[in-house]
């Protein structure tokens, strides 16, 4: 039964998977000290316009941003999150555990305005409170939708005045860089931001995401702190070949086009068919409103995940599109679909 | 230039890296919820006989001892280690940076004695002091050294007398397990111990460890925690697909064999030209000592780890052979060494 | 000029000074193992009438917090609170710097209901997020609100179904127990809850809180992380002569009577001058509501704290009486505020 | 049975508790943000000739520790300590628990030197151990040693070359200064050290510690961090109002010589009478060595710690005398010891 649950349901890109097989009997350097390792940093320093980036390999997600957010902040200072950050709702608890209070921001559309980053900080005037000093956000965000470079801008200037680390959670921003609405590019990206990383595992890699530092206040000794949360792969070179073949011939590219595209084909099928859609996407995650009858039928043919009950006894669902989905599962869903609305 | 230096200085055993092209095009659940992992699990449980253990994989052996041991502990409650341990040395602090001490123990051989235990534990008598609660053991330990079945037996009974737990860093059980003085088998080491883990990534795959844990008093809610620490990764079939291919047919043990077989040769033939050993080792890391002079013209043709300045003018080094070592460097070593010789 | 603004603004209880004097020629054992500890214990055994209640003395509520959340809770178990809970608000994220998330539940009246309860325990259902595993509360409530025995014990109910601890911060536990509301007795809170403490800083003592530790599989090994925390007192004798001098003839019971009698008379007094109260408070903290020129005008002749803007150019201030108010202070600030009305 | 346990087994000075009486009526503001801390403040620096010295109170000497280091540090940066030092034995790992490595260094004296702080360094050169960044060191040490003045300047010095912070424990810091053999000046412990504590509560008063933070970096939000770990007591102004009845008129400095004077005759007595002592003490702790059935005899009439056991069935005895011991007992002690030797 096909998925449309996650951008992680597949393996790893063909070109990737024979990259590893061909690099495989090299022997180097461990722990990131080897030459794959100064290529994939010179091929991202390249492709952010910032020779100055400071790039580091780390295997998953949630490993880098508890990584990067501990090493950032000092003991009593506090990450602003939207509620539906990733940070904030699905990892755990992991900030926090290394004692960081993650202060939540509720959003309409999962979004960051710069009057949420100015009330909480004006909340947190003394030192019985917490200090905010970080704003975390995704891009594109939990529920599909991207900033644009306008509205990056704007967070920026307020960080700038209250003086806050702005980081950018970029599991998803292949699909945020290529959506038909993106106006921000990665090297305006490697600009705005103190902190990001560029997510592999969900655009094509086996595993492995890229963290920038472009702040020098939060360079020095990084590696220190990413070894003590292990985030120091023995053999650090998986990470950069991986990151080589998704940057050499904008391959990353590539493959954030082929999901935002067919997740724009599934919404504008659905659509089509009289359905509406829970939050305005351009990226491969879309949030289709079904009838609960609807969604019973759906499921003995396709996997996805309900997003959250709604009036009328509808419900959302999120549909994702990936890197590796192919056209004929997305045809397919639609033809299903319409068929039940035939049948009503 | 060939290198001694490490076990971790290859890529993955081509079967291993086979083994994930074959299956990179099939759809799974994330997070170790795949029916690779499933079969792994029941793969490693078969092979130490336990249908209870509870298995987990993880990216590295840091992240592995650091996520398992703050998971065990309570927060006043400490480690024991000996001195030369992996936590203890060259890991940047991981476990304490979890809030734990980790007490260390000199020892000549790396290998902690039941009487070492005791006396850790007597000393610390009181609330104003950490309570030792969980012995550290490596396996092989960090100097090549393995603990016999009587060994571990003992610690096993002071432990049980002491109310400890009992865990192992396996990072090179492999070929602590293949070593022709090693008389523990898998079985039995998932008896002794309450939790332990077997190295993937200095054994032939890219990555991965599988963590075993044995006393049910500290299996609920690990995963909970292994998600907080950032170590369930996201494509989780990836690391057991290799635990797969590993334990399927014993490429794990022949692997183990191979390393073993080649740095008992590569001993044997520096004893064999009049040097001598700091550490009697039975397993893949060999200690030999050699003058200044000789160290440096061995580095223009090998790369490896100097050890220990010792007295005269000499130094150990360190020589690793592993799962990927062609027997060709092993006689082409003795060979070069043995004409330093000549020449003298 | 007189402050309304704390309950901790004064020093100590006469009484109690002169229990400190009289004592401190005694030579006893240090860290609460003296016979003064010995005989309070024994005390506020009584006062809960429960013998088994484990009993701990330490210096501040933040501290008492930190140490007893931080004690009870697994590395992924999270704490439920009301959003102006002390601990979520006005700790610098002490639980957070213990690893522990804290989560906030919006309430008017600063009460955690069942169903709030419910609902949080209900979202957070998978190792993705953290565990809800603590009630927090506060009592009587940073508004001054209280909780009635009915409600405590829903709350104690769905807490059992759930398999949740029930804590309660008792800074200001002597005005709850003495509201002309309150129809909870100690005995009963030391039923109803997992763990509690009583607070001496806000009703008498110079500092100190008695913490009690009533479910047995929170209980061992207390001491240790205690100590581990900062938080057992060298002299701990000092905490237990001012908690002995409190609960031997029922002053504790006295001052918190005092701060609510003259609190209700304040109230009132501004009622009756035709003013509103922002929430309704039985115990010695109180919200009224003033246009701006009144509160600049109070302002020069009373401390206190303003506490929300509201409409209408208007503000909520705080005004708290506390064990130490004096009766003519209260006459005097409604006189005030009298002439104030008279001349508009 | 009078007690040579401890300098902090009686109350407070009779000055202290007089002054607490004093002042008690006084309303103030809370958390240090009062009138006398602000005085104390003054007086303090004053005695250090540092108008820039950053002082804060708090209640106890492992609280102040904890909150300075974890104050002080970046996670992967850790603490080096003599073997003995309080903070790596009898603080249940309360460095630790806020993420960082204390790393011992084995002395006879208690001391630390140049050497050790090198050799711990050098040991610790990069990314995969932690980074050693300060120095504690206890005055007087844990034996009864003190630092000179000279080699204080010799840790200052190598602390500036190899660019760590240095931290004075010093909880018995009175004795210290109030030694015979003592050449340091308060300025000049403010002028050598990052940062120190001057002790409270094994000097006369009932509780408390002044941590005075010299260097700049330091400074910044220290009170954040405070409140953070429980460390800002609300009433801060009985810590204030202890620190000025000590500073006043030198009390501080008069009390301590009482403990040094009195340990020192008892000392004489000792050795006069023919036994040894383990450690060259000149201040208020001596450690004298007995035969078993001395020590069996001396315990009927007087309480003290056992130390450790030594040869021959003898043991070292710790004897304390404190600002509070009055001479009738250290003469006593001297006879009931005569009185056995007479009876050999």
Redesign the interface.
Known sequence: M??F??D?????H?LI?QA??E?????????GEDRFTAEAVEILKKAMQRQDADIHFL?????????AL??FL???E?VISAHSGHIY??????V???????FPVATEDGKLRPEHIRSVVEEHHF?????PKLVYLSQSTEIGTIYSRREVKALRDICNELNLYMYMDGARLSYALTSTENDLTLPEIAEFFDAFYIGG??CGA??GEALAIMNEDLKP?F?????????????G??LAIQFLTLFRDGLFFKLGENGNRLAGKLQKGILDLGYKVQFESSTNQIFPIFPENTILELEKKFQFYRWEKLEDNTSSVRLICSWMTGEKYVDEFIRVLGSFSNAD
């Open positions: 096909y998925s649950k996650n992680y349901s597949d393996g790893g063909p998977l590893l097989v690099t495989s009997a090299f022997q180097t350097e461990g722990y295997s998953g997600g949630t490993l880098t941003n508890l990584t501990s090493a000092r003991p009593h506090a709702v699905h990892e755990t608890g992991s926090e555990a290394t004692g960081h209070k993650v030192e019985h409170m917490v200090k595992t969900k086996l595993f000794e590696r220190y702190i990413m070894k003590q949360r292990g985030g120091i792969l023995a053999k070179r998986l």
